[in-house]
């Protein structure tokens, strides 16, 4: 065995000519773990070794090693995203990348990956059934992970974000005029869950951050409601995260019959807790304000099906809870307030969110802003 040179670690002359050497890779299933490098010559070996010490020094794979799609993947998610993101956003992630990117994109070299794999891959999910909502999904998360692959000068390009998006065909939204508004109003009056209701529709709150809400965040003398967490249920665990962005953790005045709704609410549920004892949970969450018979936590399975049996029960059409919300975007809209007034209320990040539930609103709006018009330039005349 030839003498190793200085900082060439273990380089030797095999017997059969070659030259070679190897890096320490760490422990791994259960046994130390080794590369090993061959060459021509001592300097093309000393110089794939040096390249593989570096590598290894910045978190990066080795040179010539060939990492998968899905081991990126899922290096990207327990080194990246775990502890970064909500717990129902990592739930999403994980379903994306394990059902949809993995089986058909996973075998690939992550540095072969291409547009038109992405592409591909999105058709195909689609014509396995899936929606485009879905493949936009599925290019979206890779797409941030791609980004980190990037960060880390794993990559140099994105492949995800040169992939042509699919067409996500527009969910309507239908405007609530001020007969629907309370058409609603009445469908769910007397119901434990009239409150809640309620202000998902004076309010626009996310069913989360209706869920999430404790009592000492309500101040009903002040007439004022603070956002300051959300509901989120992953499989039998419930969480309460903070808000998703600054603007979404925000204090909102309350309409006078907001307060008062509110104010039975409380009344309500203090009858239950009374009549359950020592079996009442409200403490173990906090207090919170729409809770179960129990006090613990809602689900919206449970919202939903209970939201959708009072419409049935009151002859009105199905509707979404998150339709609440953009019912009350669309009110706002039509009262006059402006867009960046109903921005703030409804904790939206980009005033172009807000903008485009106006935006449906527009056309029922458009004949009093002319006759407005007409008034400023003509008068009566």
Request: charged share 25%.
């Amino acid at each position: 065995m030839a003498k190793r040179g200085n900082s060439e670690g273990t380089v030797f002359k095999r017997g059969d000519g070659r030259w070679a050497a190897s890096v320490d890779l760490g422990q791994g299933l259960g046994r130390r773990r080794r590369k090993a490098f061959y060459g021509k010559s001592r300097q093309e070996v000393a110089r794939k070794l040096l390249d593989a010490q570096r590598a290894l020094a910045d978190g990066l794979p080795l040179p010539g090693q060939r990492q998968t799609v899905a081991a990126f993947l899922e290096t990207w998610l327990k080194d990246s995203v775990t502890y970064k993101v909500r717990p129902r956003t990592l739930q999403r992630y994980n379903e994306i990348v394990r059902l949809h990117l993995v089986p058909r994109l996973g075998s690939i070299a992550l540095a072969k990956l291409s547009p038109a794999d992405v592409e591909r891959a999105m058709n195909e999910a689609q014509a396995d059934g899936g929606s485009p909502r879905t493949a936009a999904h599925m290019r979206a998360v890779l797409r941030t992970a791609l980004n980190v692959a990037m960060r880390w000068g794993i990559l140099g390009r994105n492949a995800a974000s040169l992939a042509g998006p699919p067409r996500v065909p527009e969910r309507e939204i239908r405007p609530l005029s001020r007969n629907d508004a309370r058409a609603i109003l009445e469908a769910v009056a007397g119901d434990r869950l009239e409150g809640l209701f309620t202000i998902a529709l004076a309010l626009g709150l996310r069913q989360g951050e209706a869920l999430g809400l404790r009592w000492p965040d309500v101040d009903l003398d002040g007439g004022l409601l603070t956002v300051q967490r959300s509901l989120q249920r992953v499989g039998r665990e419930w969480f309460f995260p903070e808000p998703k962005t600054a603007r979404s953790r925000r204090t909102i005045p309350l309409p006078g019959p907001v307060t008062a709704a509110l104010r039975e609410h409380r009344v309500r549920q203090v009858q239950e807790r009374l009549r359950l004892g020592a079996a009442w949970q409200g403490e173990r969450w906090g207090d919170l304000v729409f809770a179960d018979e129990a006090g613990g936590p809602l689900s919206g399975f449970h919202v939903r099906r209970r939201f959708t049996a009072l419409l049935a029960v009151a002859g009105l059409p199905p509707m979404r809870y998150h339709d609440l919300r953009h019912g009350c975007v669309s009110l706002m809209a039509a009262q006059g307030i402006p867009a960046r007034v109903c921005m703030e209320l409804l904790g939206h990040s980009q005033i172009s969110t807000t903008m485009n539930v106006y935006a449906h609103v527009a056309p029922e709006l458009g004949r009093d802003a002319a006759d407005r018009m007409g008034e400023a330039l003509w008068g009566n005349s």
